[in-house]
């Protein structure tokens, strides 16, 4: 473990040749979009998933005439803002609670649409049922996922409804729905749902996206009894709950897979539950398999594989780097799927002893056993969230959130017989999130190296950080607390450059783009999720936090 895992906080700049050995690889489609950063096309910046803008009108020099420019309200604060803006051509797009969807002047913030889907009234009693975490644009559509189990298209000038079709039915699924963006991939669009905490049988959908009509469906619970034995493959949870990415340039598809269920307990499903907690790459025409590479076979912790995947070329290797739930860093040959290296982001692990570099076998597994209390750290809630990282070219570094939380557990047997509705299916008599023993919880922002995890710096806080990271080519790192003050830090060594309370934390995206000749960084604010519920005792803090929603833009006169 120790040689694999180098934790040493090294502060100052990085050598100039790790940026050196970096090249960029993209289509000439997205040349504008994201070498220039005029727009913000995709849900991460682009598909390498680097939420980077090479933008430098706002930099380290100025940074501190930064102010609001404009803001822009939803009408909605059930959970929080959790969205991250598309902005494409002058004109902002972003969805809300209860699928609300608007499009924005860009430059100022002026509301030129708005969409408000009526929903089934099923989706309020959902777990997953009010928040949305973003919108999908392109063939000149908005796509958005509905809590009510639907993918729709609205036409992109006007809003107005284009089709609309029904892909799960929360009814039947024990409330399975879409809380994030579908990726448009040429012109399929593919949609995953909510689901792998729940008494349900998981799948990825594709669909035409000029017509909805659908294309294939990825059943991602494997039917092979040696990997789901007996009738546990009908009731395995599994889910793809955040949106995947398209590299149009090699036409692969990459999304990770949600956790099996029951979360904690494997008596019944012995197998090695594939394809649940995997890297997946699919041709997007079909859904075949073109590799996958499962993080947590037989996965009894919760630590599936929905996080970002970052896509680097480096010294000619195109490598993916990936954050699993469990605290550990995984970079991969992405054309193959092997794997390169694995390094442990997070400081306090017991449910492995570690992972093998070379393999990805696990070693030492500290299994859950039914009726006995024990705490597995990191905990269900990850190392960190979902809300994502960035990467910059210009440092060569990655920099994440991430948090020390553990779980105690104690397995039970639950009958999904007679389960509530949307009830998590964890087969649990006790299920707590609390600080590590003898420790207190921690939070913090660091800059990494990507593929090998060296620690250039880090920034403390009190609490978790649950707000996607923005780095862009100004030299300055954005991110968002739970108390609402959004912070920019020098990238090259983590020195705080300015601040800024919204009044409520930050849950989604911060972009960067420009319009009328002028860059913008906009956030959203509104803290929300079910995150502070079950963090409330590690952190009594977020039983205080103020709910809101709003969309803030700033610029520099």
């Not at 180098?6 to 700049?13: A, K, Q």
């Not at 939420?51 to 009408?75: C, D, F, M, R, T």
């Not at 692990?349 to 030492?364: F, Y």
């Not at 190296?449 to 920034?459: F, I, L, M, S, Y």
Request: include cysteine; charge should be negative.
């Amino acid at each position: 473990m120790n040689a694999m895992y180098n934790r040493s906080r090294i502060f100052g700049s990085v050598a100039a040749a790790s940026a050196a050995c970096l090249t960029i690889s993209m289509p000439i489609a997205f040349a504008d979009n994201a070498l220039t950063g005029a727009n913000w096309p995709e849900y991460h910046g682009d598909f390498r998933a680097w939420a980077y803008s090479p933008l430098e009108q706002i930099n380290k020099q100025n940074i501190h005439k930064l102010k609001v420019a404009w803001i822009h309200q939803p009408g909605e604060i059930a959970q929080g803002l959790e969205s991250t803006p598309i902005v494409i051509d002058g004109v902002l797009y972003y969805s809300a609670s209860n699928n609300r969807v608007f499009a924005l002047d860009a430059a100022s913030g002026k509301e030129i649409w708005h969409y408000y889907e009526e929903l089934d009234p099923i989706q309020k009693k959902s777990v997953f049922g009010f928040y949305n975490r973003g919108v999908s644009v392109g063939r000149g559509k908005v796509f958005v996922g509905s809590s009510d189990g639907h993918v729709l298209a609205l036409d992109q000038k006007t809003g107005k409804e284009l089709w609309k079709v029904q892909l799960t039915d929360p009814k039947t699924c024990n409330g399975c729905n879409f809380t994030s963006p579908p990726v448009l991939a040429g012109d399929v669009l593919i949609a995953g749902p909510t689901g792998g905490d729940l008494v349900q049988h998981g799948y990825v959908y594709a669909v035409n996206a000029d017509t909805g009509a659908k294309a294939w469906t990825f059943d991602i619970l494997k039917n092979d009894p040696k990997s789901w034995p007996a009738d546990s493959v009908s009731h395995g949870g599994g889910s793809a709950w955040m949106p995947g990415q398209y590299d149009a340039v090699h036409d692969v598809f990459y999304i990770g897979m949600g956790n099996p269920a029951p979360d904690f307990n494997t008596t019944e499903r012995k197998g090695n539950n594939l394809y649940t907690s995997t890297i997946l790459a699919l041709k997007p025409k079909t859904g075949e398999i073109i590799w996958y590479h499962q993080e947590v076979p037989n996965d009894s912790w919760d630590f599936d594989s929905p996080y970002e995947m970052v896509l680097i070329d480096k010294n000619g290797k195109h490598l993916m780097v990936h954050l699993n739930k469990g605290g550990f860093v995984s970079v991969l040959d992405r054309d193959t799927g092997k794997l390169v290296n694995v390094w442990q982001l997070a400081k306090n692990v017991n449910w492995v002893k570690g992972i093998d570099p070379k393999t990805g076998a696990l070693i030492g597994r500290n299994e859950p056993k039914p009726g006995v209390s024990q705490t597995f750290c990191p905990s269900a809630l990850g190392a960190r969230s979902w809300n994502a990282g960035a990467f910059s070219p210009n440092t060569g570094l990655w920099y994440t959130n991430s948090y020390e939380i553990c779980n105690t557990v104690t397995v039970g047997k639950q009958d999904t017989k007679t389960m509530a509705f949307s009830q998590p299916y964890y087969d649990t008599a006790k299920f707590e999130i609390d600080a590590p023993p003898g420790k207190p919880a921690t939070d913090e922002l660091s800059a990494y190296d990507p593929e090998t995890g060296k620690v250039a710096w880090t920034v403390p806080y009190d609490k978790a950080t649950l707000a996607n990271v923005l780095a862009t080519g100004g030299g300055v790192i954005f991110n968002g607390d739970s108390d609402g003050y959004l912070h920019a830090y020098d990238d090259t060594n983590g020195k705080e450059l300015w601040s800024f309370n919204a009044g409520s934390g930050l849950r989604g995206g911060i972009v960067s783009y420009t319009a009328g000749g002028k860059q913008y960084i906009v956030a959203a604010t509104g803290f929300g999720s079910l995150f502070p519920a079950f963090a409330s005792i590690p952190w009594p803090a977020f039983k205080d936090v103020r709910g809101g929603a709003a969309l803030i833009a700033f610029s520099i006169d």
